[in-house]
Every structure is written in C-alpha cells, then in structure tokens.
C-alpha cells in the first residue's frame, strides 16, 4: 500500500462530470489499497471569474481582500469532490488550506507556505479516508487567508506530499505528461518518459505551463517522487506520464536537449544613460524587488562616458507596475537616468537540457538557426544547462519550430 497524493487542475474538475470522472479515478486507487490525498484547484475560468469581480469594484483591491474572494473557488471545488467520492461509496473528507493549517508566510496574493500541520490528514488516512484539499491556499500566523499565486495548486501538492513523505505526487493536467516543446505550435513535439529535476526547473522558469515552478522547487529540495499524468485518460488504463527524476538515475534519458520553453508573458524596462557606479544596480533593483515584482534577465551595457543603460524583464502583468516603482525613484531623485523606456510585446526563448554540460557549440547552433529565419535577438541569457533569448513576440512560434527542428527534438534522445 502506497501513499499517494494526487492533484487535479482546473480543467480537469471544470465541469460535474469532469468531477465525477476525477472520483472514478481516485475511487480505484482507494480500491487498491493506496492511501489518498487529493488537492484540487478550482473549476476552470473560476479563479479569473473572482479576480474580475475584485476588479469591478476597485483598480487597485486590497491584497488581503482578494485572497479571501480568490480562495472561494477551491472550497467549491473540494466539497463537490468530496460529495461525488461518498455517492461512489468511498469516504472522503475536504480540508481547506486553513483547516489542515498550511501555514505561510503574509505575502498576500503570492504567500510562500512555512509548514504544514499534517496530524489531521493522517488521523483520517489512517480511518480509511480519502482526504481532498484545496489548493492554492493558506493561512498566516494571524488567520488571514492566503493564496500562493496562479499554479499554486502545483505547489500545495508537492509539498502535502513532502510533508507526508508520500511514495508519489501525480500531478494531473489537461496532457499526458512533459513534452519537448507545446505540440500545439510544433505537431511532432515528443512527450519524455523521464526528466531530471533540474531540467524540469529550467523548463518551468522559462515559460513551460506544465508544472508551476515552486513545485518544482519543492520536489526537488525534498527528493519527491513527482510524476505527469493526463486526467483525460480512462480511469482504468495504465499511464506512465512523465517522470521527474534525479540526473544520476542510470537510465536517465541522456538526451543534450531536453526541450524548447517559451513565454509569451514577458515584458523588458530599459533605464538609459544612468551613472555607471557602485550601487546602481541595486538602486534600480531595489525598489522592485521591494514592490514584490519578481526579475527575469538583466543586461547591463557599459559605455566610455561613464554611463550604463541597464535592462531586465518582467512579468508582462507587472510591466506598469514596475514602470511606476522606476519612474518614482527617478522622481525622488534616487538615481539619475536619461529616460525609461519598455516594451510590453516580447518573448522569451528557451533551450534547455543537462546534456549541454559536456557539449559544445549549442549556442551557436541556436543562433545561427534563429538568424537563419531573420529573428533578432534583443537580450541572451545562459546557465549550466540552458540558453535563453529575448525576441519580438511576433516571431515566438516560428522560432519554437526553427529550434524544434535543429535539435531535431523530434527524433528522441540519440539526434543532435
């Protein structure tokens, strides 16, 4: 008998029927003798729905208010599930985050989870429960409700299944697992059998939709068993998904190129002609680091009068944000810059595999298939086992393919 914690996502409880398929799902590995925790997101399009309705009424709504409408739409979710599971026979109990006590820090909106009280979900399991918790959600040390950020259901997975010390997290989605690149925008993507953690990391950051990337983080600090499922399949056919899994696995696919990530979300602020000194990147950086706005890629460029032009991505939602932050700092005279200029309609690039480690010339590789279709590059950034470059969004599908193809991804671990 196993522990398993299983985590459904929006599309997959969208609708009562889709609900309905879910607990048929769970009710057979119940069957078999495995004990279950089931974190759910909410019905697909609700969590938006919600978001809208705080929008309505305010521009600007308060973070902590937001989190207590946001957090609603899971409750439904958990109860709906728990009711099918029961018509089914099978006993089952709903938890919100509050109620198991995942605890978080107070960053509402975007809140960090600090530990979790498992005592009541093992009491249950140990009764021959099912227990469904909602995910997303949390509660900080004054009883505020939080939530983790979008994909944060990912997140309440992987780590109830760290806490738990759970034999394996199934995270199932609207695909049958990793694949080399979004088969929407290249058809002969292939799905991979196996990724490393840290593949999978540099895939999340650069924009794959599959997993959120804290989740990921997650798994990875606490050596979780983490595997990609659809739960469009039959409830009763075997699927082995995606396994993510450690490099020193010996048979870990070794494949140079893993996979092809991109985002469209992307937005870069350039601030032109400020002094080239000690401390400019953090009077830059500082402010919005402080506004909570998370940085992507920065490039600073270093010219002969003793001035920089200092750029670096952003989330595209936090694009006018971070605009304001910089803008206001100018203000106050907290540095000196000619201008502050944007562009709210790039993308960014991605390959990404461990294989790159022990060869060369794969930058060079991607270059030359990117200039070979005319595609500028604006900004590049490398680490171990990834490069990443900022293009025009208009270009982001046909170099997804360019890429696609001169890896020949296609073609599995033994091309390229």
Do not use: W
Request: net charge negative.
């Amino acid at each position: 008998m196993s522990l398993i914690v299983q985590k459904y996502g929006g599309t997959s409880v969208g609708t009562a029927e889709r609900i309905r398929n879910v607990a048929k799902r769970v009710a057979r590995f119940h069957r078999d003798g495995h004990q279950l925790v089931v974190v759910v997101s909410a019905m697909a399009g609700e969590t938006n729905r919600l978001l809208a309705l705080t929008k309505e009424l305010s521009a600007n709504p308060d973070p902590r208010e937001v989190d207590v409408v946001a957090a609603t739409g899971e409750q439904v979710t958990i109860g709906l599930l728990a009711i099918a599971l029961r018509e089914m026979g099978v006993q089952a109990r709903s938890y919100t985050g509050a109620q198991v006590r995942i605890l978080t820090d107070n960053a509402h909106t975007k809140a960090r989870i600090l530990e979790i009280d498992e005592a009541r979900i093992r009491d249950d399991l140990a009764k021959g429960l099912v227990v469904v918790v909602a995910g997303f959600q949390g509660v900080d040390k004054e009883g505020n409700v939080t939530t983790l950020g979008r994909g944060g259901s990912d997140t309440s997975g992987v780590a109830l299944a760290a806490a738990l010390k759970a034999d394996e997290c199934q995270i199932y989605t609207d695909v049958d697992g990793v694949y080399t690149t979004d088969p929407r925008i290249v058809p002969e993507a292939r799905r991979l059998e196996r990724i490393t953690f840290e593949e999978m990391l540099e895939l999340a950051s650069q924009g794959s939709k599959v997993l959120q990337i804290r989740s990921v983080e997650f798994a990875g600090k606490y050596m979780v068993r983490l595997r990609v499922l659809s739960s469009f399949e039959d409830a009763d056919a075997a699927s082995t998904g995606t396994l993510i899994t450690y490099e020193e696995d010996d048979d870990m696919e070794q494949a140079i190129i893993s996979g092809i990530a991109f985002n469209r979300d992307e937005a870069k602020i350039s601030v032109m002609g400020v002094e080239d000194r000690p401390g400019i990147a953090y009077a830059i950086l500082g402010p919005i680091a402080a506004a909570n706005i998370d940085v992507d890629m920065i490039v600073q460029n270093i010219g002969a009068s003793g001035h920089t032009d200092f750029s670096f991505t952003v989330n595209r939602s936090e694009y006018q944000k971070a605009l304001g932050v910089l803008n206001a700092e100018r203000d106050r005279k907290h540095f000196e810059a000619r201008e502050i200029i944007g562009d709210n309609r790039i993308a960014k690039v991605s390959v990404v595999g461990i294989g790159m480690r022990s060869h060369v010339g794969l930058a060079s590789k991607m270059f030359k298939a990117l200039a070979g279709e005319g595609i500028n590059i604006q900004m590049i950034s490398t680490s171990e086992i990834k490069i990443a470059v900022v293009i025009d969004e208009k270009y982001l599908e046909l170099a997804v393919r360019v890429l696609h193809k001169a890896f020949e991804l296609e073609k599995g671990p033994d091309a390229a």
